[in-house]
Structure formats: C-alpha cells, structure tokens
C-alpha cells in the first residue's frame, strides 16, 4: 500500500509539474511576444497572432517576435533534454553540452565562418553550417580520443571534453582576437542571439530538435537502468554501448540544431535538468520530456527579461542572463538541497 | 601733331610694358594655373600653424606640409579635394578605392601603402624612414582622434612624426577640419572655397525645403541604422550620418522624446523598434554586408518604407559629406531635389517597358483590325 501511494504521489508530483511548466510557458510566451520596442498589450499580441489588428502589431507578433518565440522554445527544449540525457548516460551532474565541449566546437565553427567569410555564400548560411559541422567534429573527436579498447570510460569521456573544449575555446579566442573589425559579431554570437531567426530557421532547427528529442525520450526506461551502473544496466538487457552511443549522437545532432542558429547559450542543460530532478527525483521518464518544457520556459523567460529589463539600450544577450540568472539559482538549489539531487 | 602722337604712343607701350606683368601675377594667383610646385605655391599660401592633437601633443608646421600619410576616409577625401592627391604618400585600409570606392586612388601610388591603423607601429617606421619622400620633420599624418588610436599615435610620435587627430561631432567642425588641413598642406585658398560651398550646401537644403512648404510633420522620418562588427543600432543622435541626415531635410524618430518616453542615444537594434518608428527612409551603414533589400526582406519592413545604402564616402567629415546629404535629400524628396541616379534609370526601365507594351498593344490591334478586314 505504501508503495502504491508513493508512485501515486509521484505521479501527482509530475502531472503538477507539466500543468505549472505549461503555464508557465504559456505566461512566457505570451510575455515576449507581446515584448516590443513599445510594448503590445496581451490582447492586441493575441489578436494580431491570429492576424487582426494593425499591421504593425501583426508585423511585430508574426513575422519577428513568433519566430524568435518557436526558436527559444525549440533551443531552450533541445538543450534541456539534452542536459538531462548527458547527466544520465555519464552519471555525473556535471555532464552537459559544454562540459563535453560540444558548445566550444560549435562556436569555434561559428568564428570561423565570420573571421573568413565565403563571398559567394551568405553569413547567415555558412555560420550555422560551420557551427553544426564542427559541433558533430568534437563529438566524434572527444568520443574517439576517451575511447580505450573498445570502452568509453566516463571520467576520460568528460576530461577529454574538457580538453577538447578548452582547446577550441582557445581557438576563438585567438580567432577573436585577429578578426580585427568582426571581433564584436564573433563575441555576440558566442553569448547568444535569438534575434536573427525566422521562419525558414524555425523550420530547420524544429525538427532536427524534435526528431533527437523523440529519441532520447523513447530511452527514458534505459536511461534509468545505465543511472545505476553499467553492470546492472546489462543485468538489466541493456545494450549499455549502443544506447550510450544513440544517445551521444542524438544529444549532439540536438545541441548543434539548437547552437548553429543562436549562438551560444549557457546553463540550460545544467540547471533545468537538476532542478527538475530536486523536485520530481531521479526518473528519466518524466525528466527528459518536463526538461524541454522546462527549457523551452527558461529560456523564453530569459529572452523576455533579456529585451525588458534593458530596454534603453536595445536586446541584452541572452546568454548572459541564462548564466546571470542560472548559476546563482544552481548554487542556492545545491547549497539548501544538497542530499536530494538525485545521485546518491 | 606727328610728335604728339609719338609722344602719346611712347606713352602707352611704357604703361603696357608696366602693366602686362602685374596682370600676369594676378591672373596666377586667381587661377592658379602657373606650373607652380606645390612648395612654391604653398609658400604663398602658408602661414605657421600650431595643433593640439588627442594625445594632447602640440604639433607646429612652419612650413607646408609636401607629404602626407592618410589614416581615414575623411583625410584621404579632403586631400584630393584640396588638389593635395599626389602629396599622400600611405593611407589607411579603408581609404583604398577597393574598400572607399575613391576612384583617383584606383592608380594612385599611395594604393600600394594601405594599412590597418593598428599597425601604428610599422607605418610609424614607414614613414620615418622616408617613405615616398615623406620627412618627419616637414610633413604630416592625419589620422582620427579615437581613444584606441592613442597606441598607434603615441608609435609615431616616438619616432618624431607630426600626427594631426581630428574628431568632428559637428557638421561645423567638419568644415573647420577642412579649414585646418588646408592651412597645414599650404591650400588656405582652395579650404576656404570648399568649406564655403559646405556651408552654403548647408543651409540650401532647408531654405529649399521651406521654399516647397515643407516644415515640421510634413518632413520625411528618416532612421540611420549603423554597423559595427554584426550589431546594428539606430537612434545614434551623435552619429555624424544622423547629422547630415537632419541637414538633408529628414527627422529622426529616435529623437522623438515623446514618443518613445527618451531620445534614443544608441540603441541596439531590436527589430520591433524599425517597426514602430514607423520611418519613410532608411539609410544603411555602408559597412552592412547585404544590400538593402535584403535588409528590407530581414528585417520584415512594411512595403511602403525606402531603404538605401550609402557609399563609404558619403557619411565621412568633409567634403564628401555633400554627397551624402545631397544623396539623401534626393531619397527623401525626390520631387524636390530630383531622383537618385539608379531611381532614374529604373524609371526609364519602366517607361521603356511601357514602351515595348504600348508598341506590342498597338500591332495587335492593328493585326486583328487587319485580318478582319482581309475577311
């Protein structure tokens, strides 16, 4: 009976969490899109999404704010569950797109496509190409390099990502410092723009992150099993390798979807993940889906707050205020709840 | 009688003879058009003259200046216009005719010796030793006043060279700057005639907008968006471009205080914001990579608004600032100032077209009159 209570409360736990997600991403997301230079009222964004109202207010809600909001949600879903699956495959909290390098190689392939630009092909094509391209290279790089014997220890996995990482961080940073003139557009894109984005990127990155997400939420109930060791994943009858790898190659097909249009933005796969394993605990089932809706309201919040609270001097990145805002809630969550972050 | 009319004819050979030389100086110094060398006619044109440049160095001519190195599209275009072309011995990057468009430098000697302002320190050397008959002790560099050019200038300074900074704010101290490389190359006279047609281009566009009844609301709204390394901003109160901007007839909506709570110093651009300040024209920072269409197609205009690129000369201090204005005056009243030169030539396409139409329409007409006839 005890039991059967604790999984109901458990249950009640997640179905109120994806109702408060839910609305909280609905509240978000009608607050930057109702965000403009002079704010629209809720109404005026809701009737101009359905296409009455001014043309302004249609402009505005359609045609630059309703991209930028699909992409937040996309990138902020996309960088959530990949977080959370990272965390898991590795068991380790600190596991995450960057952690691994992924980001470092993303926007050394960003800086790259800006400091020697292709005459004949447009930024806005070679930058997310590139970023894509060299996020899948130090994937394959870090991977092949931890690998020993056929193994891919976890401990030399990360530290190999860290390496990997610093040293294309190191890149950038040297390719910053000779792009002369370009220099500010390569430091912007590594904090993060959503602001570039229209339809036709919304159209490609959408599904590259949903196809991924799909995926790694199908594993939920393996994940679960590698969470308490290899050895007991294979007790279990899970191909421990192949999930391992589809995972790896889906969180970074999903990461360089969501990197290669909007730059870099920090924290999000660190911070939703934990937060939601604080509160609902250590289940993969319910963490990688509420981890995209988690994402998808994190980093809609903080491009809201990105446009509103700085609103005289034009969009603050967002990158900057997913770090600002993310890192002190980290420490403060650790530092109260230390014991129930669900790796002990 | 006979003695008379010698005396009177003797008497007129000798005032010719006194005569013709003073007519021959003063047509010279009208029209310049004696072989002078530039240090000859310098010479006559020259006082001394003492600058204090950014770094707060006091820099002294006693002489004109025979060389000059270049570091600005304002410097490079104010010294052609001074007739001083062939004194420019080294220019910055963005003077070269590939990035500027400044077509006299396509062949220009100097076009071999463009360099990134940053490299202070070899052009400094460059120049030092004597490059294109430059001599630190006669000539000068002229280069911007900005506070990450103290690097570069203190570089030159070090090893003797006069460096000369400006920084305009104004349309105004853009015509003193004039004023000032004149007097230090020795052109007193031909600064003074371009700061006057600068001052009078000035105040033409006004007066001939007040001559058309057009005064207040009835201006066009004209927003200059600035480039810089991928970030756009507009409102740029400050911006030398929003200043030529206003000279040429338009209003800023950025300055619009009660509109939008607070001028907009500089504000990095949200799209929204081009949007709801609703502007007839835009202009393009000439360092935006794309055209202005694809602008327009970014940036999800409404159909009605303009945009245009301005060329790398026509926002610069100077001279070629008249380009500019005159350029936007035509964009924003092209009924007034008459139609920009690619505006005409699309509306002789279109006439044309019209043309081929009308011609089309009327033989066949004249076929089917024809074949119904023939029936």
Known sequence: MKSTGSVGRKRAKVLAATVCLTGLLALFVMLDLAQAFINLSFQDALFALFGYGNETHIIIVQKINGPRVIMGCAVGAGLGISGAVMQAIFRNPMASPYILGLSSGAAFGAALAMSFPISVIPLFVTVPVFAFI????????????????????????????????????????????????????????????????????????????????????????????????????????????????????????????????????????????????????????????????GGAAFVILCDYLSRALFADLGILPIGILTSLIGAPYFIYLLRRRRHEVGWN | MKKMTRTIIALFVIAEMLLIPAAGVQDTTDFGAMDFSAADFGAADFTPVTVVNSVGTAVTFEEPAQKAASLGISFTTTLLALECGDSIVLIDQYSSDSNSGITELASHPASSHSYPVGNGEQIAQLLADGMGGFDKTRDVVFIYGYAYHADAIRSMEALGLKVVTFYPATYSEGVEMVTEIGAIMGKNSKAAEITQEMKSASAYYSQTLEENGIAGDSRVKAVYVSYSGGNMRIGNINSYSVILLKIAGGVNPADDANMIGSALISYGIDDTALIQLDPDVIFLDPNYSGTAEEFR???????????????????????????????????????????????????????????????????AIAAIAYTALRR
Not at chain 1, 208 to 236: C, P, W
Request: aromatic fraction near 8%.
């Open chain 2, 297 to 363: 197609a970014e940036k999800n205009l409404k159909d009605s608004v303009r945009v245009y690129k301005l060329s790398m000369i026509m926002n610069q201090y100077g001279p070629s600032s008249m380009d500019g204005i005159e350029y936007m005056a035509k964009a924003m009243y092209p009924d007034i100032f008459g139609y920009l030169d690619d505006e005409q030539a699309a509306d002789k396409a279109g006439n044309t077209l019209l043309y081929v139409l009308a011609v089309c329409a009327f033989l």
């Open chain 1, 134 to 293: 060299f996020c899948m290279v130090t994937m394959f790089l870090v991977y092949s390099i931890s690998r020993v014997g056929g193994r891919v220890p976890t401990e030399t996995l990360i530290l190999c990502g860290i390496a990997v990482g610093s040293l294309f961080s190191a890149l950038v940073s040297l390719l910053t410092y000779l792009a002369g003139d370009r220099m500010m557009g390569i430091v912007f894109w590594t904090m993060g723009d959503l602001s570039q984005n229209g339809w036709q990127n919304s159209m490609i990155v959408v599904p590259l992150i949903l196809a991924g997400s799909l995926i790694m939420v199908a594993r939920g109930r393996e994940l679960n099993a590698m969470m308490l060791g290899d050895a007991h994943a294979k007790d279990l009858g899970v191909d421990v390798k192949k999930v391992r790898l589809e995972m790896l190659i889906s969180s970074s097909l999903v990461t360089a979807a969501a990197v290669a249009f909007v730059g870099v933005i920090g924290f999000v796969g660190l911070v939703v993940p934990h937060i939601l394993r604080i509160i609902l605990g250590p289940d993969n089932r319910a963490i990688l889906p509420l981890s995209m809706l």
